[in-house]
């Protein structure tokens, strides 16, 4: 989640896991390159996966996953008895199947998403796994649309919400997943998001007031709307509607209401009367795992530094111990069969590969499907270490720190990794980024600034106006820790960041610039006025929430503190070079924010090299980019940080990166 004011409901919802240029000339100042053999290459930590998001089929006959065919995510089916016997059903080219798909309740349904070059507007799409019979569901050309709602009780029926009459808001369809007839069930008229049963029942809708309070109603027998309950602007983002039980008596939701900390809360339709279900004291309850019969919470799972699971019941405890004694690792909760008998599951590690596996409740078995990433067989990977240290300001921060193998050489060159969002965070497990960065000699230390969610709201209203503010001290108090820690040299530290990352980088170039040796900017934003008349129109309802939280642009005084706050302001301290990489297609943080910058610091005479990727939006979803970007971004840093790196060889084969400006600032590029 980057910069996007998602739908609380979408968020929570128990659909989520319970995720033309010249090779190398020279080498970079610094340390000599090393020979191939001692570097894993980039594609081991970079390329698509082996095996992503495998889920069994309610009748817990069949197994379906995505996989790669020539380096684009396709699906692929298997019979639970024999998942050697697997095949692909799809035979997509060009831009991978989205990773969120669907078993329908017919058993030979599935149902996936794809988008247009990273634009987000996300099409779906079903296919019968016996003929291939592809059936669009939701309209294109340029209509975003999501699965609202899908049942047993309807198997040929699904409920979508898509934005094709209105950008702003989404209507609601039950769509025929077999002959693709839809039906408008909804026209929404100003709704943030809308909260349907397992009856396909529209029963609550929210929207967003002027001081950010969201306001859900409840719709009435005469389809009249009445006041439900309202949560205050501190609490939206840990508090949010699960679904309903069932039978419809019950609604399950997270709320941090009235407390710090998000916890489980089942409400009583007819007395609403809230009883806790489950709490963890350290940190919010973040995701639930669901039993899709009789829409009961089974299990509800928190971060600490790690992944933290409580069971509801006795069986969900015994599901645990289950887990467990299988093998190490956090594990998430992937899908269940219809009679939850089994269940597919997936074991996060940082030392190794992640791991497939299917526990069978009958014989309390848990049995390993697949390897997530074959390639990382042989690799000696450097463990994720969670850390804590506090800000200045006495707020205690955490992160996750990744130091190379060390030959005695001294301390090695930092990279501060900062995630997007910023209302999201790190966890713990194999980070490519980390891994990569460990192997050419970095110490890698990710922050979870001030801001970041499943730490309790008090933590997140900490950030409240404070975008390059003490959220940017957050991070430089990061780097001094590891200084003083005796992990890094102090003249070697670089800033990599993407999204809000990549905001915090353009500020760590134009307010703290004495601190970094260079910079990785990955569509970051410049302004904060231009960034917020720019955002798409489906985040409207939501404006009134970012007004609070990092200024208000329609009036004097928020205008000139978001001015303030923008990097482009401060183009006079910018000194160190960088490098900012930006997805043409990307409607969240759009091209003009980095082409702004860049030609501000070409003004200034500032080292700057800019690639563009034509088919990519806020990300890199087409691995041909992957490898080209990171190929670029590991001689930017080895020339100014000193470490290791891999020449480019054929990295650039298939990719849309185009080297806009600086090219020559960059070993082996050029305009």
Same mark, same amino acid.
């Given at each position: 989640m980057w910069l996007e004011p998602v739908s609380r409901r979408v968020f929570l919802r128990r659909s989520a896991a319970w995720t033309a240029v010249l090779p190398l000339a020279g080498l970079p100042r610094g340390r000599a390159a090393?020979?191939?053999?001692?570097?894993?290459?980039?594609?081991?930590?970079?390329?698509?996966?082996?095996?992503?998001?495998?889920?069994v089929s309610p009748d817990g006959a069949s197994l379906a996953w995505l996989a790669p065919i020539d380096r684009v995510n396709n699906l692929w089916v298997a019979p639970i008895a024999d998942p050697a016997a697997a095949r692909p059903v799809t035979r997509v080219t060009g831009r991978s199947i989205g990773s969120y798909f669907r078993w329908?309740?017919?058993?030979?349904?599935?149902?996936?998403?794809?988008?247009?070059?990273?634009?987000?507007?996300?099409?779906?799409?079903?296919?019968?796994?016996?003929?291939?019979?592809?059936?669009?569901?939701?309209?294109?050309?340029?209509?975003?649309?999501?699965?609202?709602?899908?049942?047993?009780?309807?198997?040929?029926?699904?409920?979508f919400r898509h934005n094709q009459r209105d950008k702003r808001y989404f209507d609601l369809f039950g769509i025929n997943i077999v002959s693709g007839a839809s039906?408008?069930?909804?026209?929404?008229?100003?709704?943030?998001?809308?909260?349907?049963?397992?009856?396909?029942?529209?029963?609550?809708?929210?929207?967003?007031?002027?001081?950010?309070?969201?306001?859900?109603?409840?719709?009435? !027998? %005469? @389809?009249?709307?009445?006041?439900? /309950?309202?949560?205050?602007?501190? *609490?939206?983002?840990?508090?949010?509607?699960? &679904?309903?039980? !069932? %039978? @419809?008596?019950?609604?399950?939701? /997270?709320?941090?209401?009235?407390? *710090?900390?998000?916890?489980?809360?089942?409400? &009583?339709?007819?007395?609403?009367?809230?009883?806790?279900?489950?709490?963890?004291?350290?940190?919010?309850?973040?995701?639930?795992a669901m039993d899709d019969e009789t829409r009961r919470p089974f299990a509800a799972k928190s971060i600490r530094d790690r992944v933290h699971w409580i069971g509801l019941d006795d069986g969900a405890g015994q599901d645990l111990a289950d887990f467990a004694r299988h093998g190490p690792g956090d594990v998430g909760i992937i899908s269940d069969s219809l009679d939850r008998r089994t269940a597919s599951i997936f074991y996060e590690r940082d030392t190794e590969s992640g791991?497939?596996?299917?526990?069978?409740?009958?014989?309390?078995?848990?049995?390993?499907?697949?390897?997530?990433?074959?390639?990382?067989?042989?690799?000696?990977?450097?463990?994720?270490?969670?850390?804590?240290?506090?800000?200045?300001?006495?707020?205690?921060?955490?992160?996750?720190?990744?130091?190379?193998?060390?030959?005695?050489?001294?301390?090695?060159?930092?990279?501060?990794?900062?995630?997007?969002?910023?209302?999201?965070?790190?966890?713990?497990?194999?980070?490519?980024?980390?891994?990569?960065?460990?192997n050419r000699g970095y110490a890698v230390l990710s922050v979870n600034y001030r801001g970041s969610t499943g730490f309790g709201k008090a933590f997140i209203a900490e950030a409240d106006r404070e975008w390059g503010g003490r959220m940017h001290d957050d991070l430089i108090d990061a780097v001094n820790w590891a200084i003083a820690q005796g992990i890094a040299d102090p003249k070697r530290v670089g800033f990599?960041?993407?999204?809000?990352?990549?905001?915090?980088?353009?500020?760590?170039?134009?307010?703290?610039?004495?601190?970094?040796?260079?910079?990785?900017?990955?569509?970051?934003?410049?302004?904060?006025?231009?960034?917020?008349?720019?955002?798409?129109?489906?985040?409207?309802?939501?404006?009134s929430v970012w007004k609070k939280r990092l200024g208000d642009p329609g009036t004097e005084e928020g205008r000139a503190f978001l001015i303030e706050r923008s990097p482009l302001t401060h183009i006079d301290r910018a000194i160190r070079p960088i490098l900012i990489a930006q997805g043409l297609r990307d409607v969240r943080v759009v091209p003009a924010e980095s082409a702004q910058m860049v030609e501000a610091?070409?003004?200034?005479?500032?080292?700057?090299?800019?690639?563009?990727?034509?088919?990519?939006?806020?990300?890199?979803?087409r691995p041909e980019n992957r490898m080209a970007f990171t190929a670029v971004t590991e001689a930017f840093l080895a020339k100014h940080l000193g470490g290791r790196y891999q020449p480019i060889g054929d990295d650039f084969a298939g990719s849309t990166l185009k080297v806009e400006t600086g090219g020559e600032l960059v070993p082996g590029l050029r305009s």
């Open positions: 090393a020979s191939p053999a001692d570097l894993v290459p980039r594609q081991v930590f970079f390329d698509e996966p082996d095996y992503i998001n495998v889920r329908a309740h017919t058993n030979r349904h599935l149902i996936y998403f794809r988008d247009h070059d990273g634009d987000e507007n996300y099409r779906a799409f079903s296919i019968d796994i016996a003929t291939s019979a592809v059936v669009p569901l939701t309209p294109d050309d340029g209509v975003k649309s999501f699965m609202q709602e899908i049942d047993h009780k309807f198997p040929e029926q699904v409920l039906e408008l069930k909804f026209e929404n008229p100003d709704f943030l998001d809308l909260i349907t049963d397992s009856a396909f029942q529209l029963r609550l809708g929210s929207r967003v007031n002027a001081a950010g309070t969201v306001e859900i109603f409840e719709q009435q !027998a %005469d @389809g009249s709307w009445q006041p439900f /309950l309202e949560i205050p602007i501190g *609490d939206v983002d840990l508090t949010g509607l699960i &679904d309903f039980s !069932a %039978d @419809g008596n019950t609604l399950y939701m /997270l709320d941090s209401r009235g407390r *710090d900390k998000a916890a489980l809360f089942a409400v &009583d339709m007819t007395t609403r009367r809230a009883s806790l279900l489950a709490a963890d004291d350290e940190a919010d309850i973040v995701q639930v791991e497939f596996a299917l526990l069978d409740r009958n014989t309390r078995q848990v049995r390993k499907l697949f390897t997530e990433r074959k390639a990382l067989a042989d690799v000696a990977l450097r463990k994720l270490q969670p850390v804590t240290f506090p800000a200045r300001d006495g707020l205690k921060l955490n992160g996750y720190l990744t130091e190379p193998a060390q030959d005695g050489g001294g301390k090695p060159p930092l990279v501060l990794a900062i995630h997007g969002g910023p209302y999201a965070r790190d966890a713990w497990g194999f980070s490519p980024l980390h891994q990569w960065l460990a990599y960041g993407a999204s809000y990352g990549g905001y915090s980088a353009l500020m760590a170039a134009t307010k703290t610039p004495e601190t970094f040796a260079c910079i990785v900017d990955v569509f970051g934003i410049s302004n904060l006025v231009t960034f917020m008349a720019t955002i798409p129109p489906y985040w409207g309802p939501w404006f610091l070409k003004q200034r005479g500032v080292p700057v090299t800019y690639v563009t990727f034509s088919d990519e939006g806020h990300g890199f979803a």
